[in-house]
């Protein structure tokens, strides 16, 4: 709606100046008239090479993002930890949070053996739960952590990552020292996801019910592409096997600046 509205008043600009020049000859309708077409010309250039150039089209949006920083999104996250923790793991956790080890002031709420809800700079809301190993079917303990969902804005994601969900993360690791670990994140667009014109960009958003790509990333595992990156309509969820491999591949999302050719699938 807002381009067809500029448009208009292109449209609009050009008829009166063209008006006012037959009975009122002079420069400035003239004027008026060049510059809504080089305006014009100008608009319908951009948007050929936003759906020539992903590298176009991303920097486009990242000049948004700086003209927008207070744009914000739903985000939330969470984490999985195998290994052999024993029943005291939730009493660890906790104390270490409450300790002058972690950096963050923390307040921990509803503990018991099993799971802790746990305030972390006042900003960050976790739920932790343990699965003893006697329930679980391979045999190793679990402790899985869920985030509250909270707003994020474009101008604060890079900082809230680095600064303070990586960090948290990082110091459950320490603690814990898993045999094998998962991350995830969920970032939830407010209005229409960046990606979804990638991949859709001939299509109006209405006429797609449904949409889902998933794309393998190398996380540098032995293993290969373990990491992925979910992305659907209004949302990019990415699961990441390492504290680093989900801060980098975040990152790339949450800030548009991901690789280029993984999106266009190795062409």
């Known amino acids: 709606m807002g381009w067809t509205i500029f448009y208009i008043v292109l449209l609009a600009a050009y008829l009166l100046s063209w008006g006012y020049s037959i009975y009122h000859p002079s420069s400035v309708p003239e004027t008026i008239t060049r510059i809504s077409g080089l305006a014009a010309l100008l608009t319908g250039l951009v948007?050929?090479?936003?759906?020539?150039?992903l590298k176009v089209y991303f920097l486009l949006q990242k000049l948004a993002i700086r003209f927008f920083p207070d744009t914000t999104g739903r985000w939330w996250f969470s984490a999985r930890f195998d290994g052999q923790f024993g029943e005291g793991v939730i009493s660890s956790l906790s104390s270490h949070f409450r300790s002058r080890d972690f950096r963050f002031s923390s307040k921990?709420?509803?503990?018991?053996?099993?799971?802790?809800?746990?305030?972390?700079?006042?900003?960050?809301?976790?739920r932790i739960q343990y699965d003893p190993k006697h329930l679980s079917e391979d045999g190793e303990d679990h402790v899985t952590v869920l985030s509250r969902v909270m707003e994020v804005s474009y101008g604060h994601a890079k900082k809230k990552l680095?600064?303070?969900?990586?960090p948290v993360l990082q110091a459950m690791t320490d603690v814990l020292t898993p045999s094998n670990s998962s991350f995830e994140l969920d970032v939830q667009f407010l209005k229409q996801n960046p990606f979804f014109a990638v991949y859709i960009a001939h299509l109006?958003?209405?006429?797609?019910?449904?949409?889902?790509?998933?794309?393998?990333?190398?996380?540098?595992?032995s293993s290969g592409k373990t990491e992925t990156v979910e992305i659907t309509k209004q949302k990019v969820h990415v699961t990441a096997k390492t504290?680093?491999?989900f801060q980098t591949?975040?990152?790339?999302?949450?800030?548009?600046?991901?690789?280029l050719k993984l999106l266009k699938a190795g062409r």
């Open 47 to 53: 948007a050929a090479l936003q759906k020539s150039s």
């Open 162 to 166: 680095e600064q303070q969900i990586v």
């Open 204 to 221: 109006r958003p209405e006429q797609v019910h449904d949409y889902r790509v998933v794309l393998h990333v190398d996380g540098s595992h």
């Open 249 to 259: 591949i975040a990152e790339q999302f949450v800030l548009l600046s991901p690789d």
């Open 108 to 126: 921990v709420e509803n503990e018991n053996a099993l799971t802790a809800q746990i305030e972390i700079d006042q900003t960050l809301y976790l």
């Open 243 to 245: 504290t680093h491999s």
